[in-house]
T-cell receptor
């Protein structure tokens, strides 16, 4: 079946612009996670959704970052006024429910010039 | 805290040698998950351990959960070039999210 999909796969933007990243989880998965991974680094947790609510948004680096999930399915991660340090791969993962294995999407590579 | 410490950060082995990565916590873990990320790829779930002293095997991979449920290990016997990648452990939390270790990056020389 279809896995987690993310779009765009690559995004190049200029410093100061806003970007929106999209995640389509596996159908029926109630838990959805966003992570950030810089080159050669580990996984930095950003936010977690259970259904449409976000029990844990403690990982969002600043108020320029926000995320929403509608209909218990698609999620968007928005970064306002992008900075060069925002350049990274943004990974989305979904899970049938919390505590289960996570299925990762291919990621969106964001480059801020 | 909630973090898990993973060692070593890097490991270089000759093909055919064994490899082990360790995951340690200062607090008792309810469960531990292991993931593998190939270069340029995304993390892929390998296994979840739940029971104290649990040992699970997947072909050449052996996963262990400590008796005190504060540590875990992943051992690969006779590494192959296909084993190259970064191996992450992750602990669960009461809120439902996972706390990932920093990972062990494995390089295998042919």
């Amino acid at each position: 079946g279809a896995g987690v999909s993310q779009s765009p796969s690559n995004k190049v933007t200029e410093k100061g612009k806003d970007v929106e990243l999209r995640c389509d989880p596996i159908s029926g998965h109630t838990a959805l996670y966003w992570y950030r991974q810089s080159l050669g680094q580990g996984l930095e947790f950003l936010i977690y959704f259970q259904g449409n609510s976000a029990p844990d948004k403690s990982g969002l680096p600043s108020d320029r970052f926000s995320a929403e999930r509608t209909g218990g399915s698609v999620s968007t991660l928005t970064i306002q006024r992008t900075q060069q340090e925002d350049s990274a791969v943004y990974l989305c993962a979904s899970s049938p429910r919390s505590y289960n294995e996570q299925f990762f999407g291919p990621g969106t590579r964001l480059t801020v010039l | 805290g909630q973090q898990v410490m993973q060692i070593p950060q890097y490991q270089h082995v000759q093909e055919g040698e064994d490899f082990t990565t360790y995951c340690n916590s200062s607090t008792t873990l309810s469960n531990i998950q292991w993931y593998k990320q190939r270069p340029g790829g995304h993390p892929v779930f390998l296994i979840q351990l739940v029971k104290s002293g649990e040992v699970k095997k997947q072909k050449r991979l052996t996963f262990q959960f400590g008796e005190a449920k504060k540590n875990s290990s992943l051992h690969i016997t006779a590494t192959q070039t296909t084993d190259v990648g970064t191996y992450f452990c992750a602990r669960g939390s009461t809120l439902g999210r996972l706390y990932f270790g920093r990972g062990t990056q494995l390089t295998v020389w042919p």
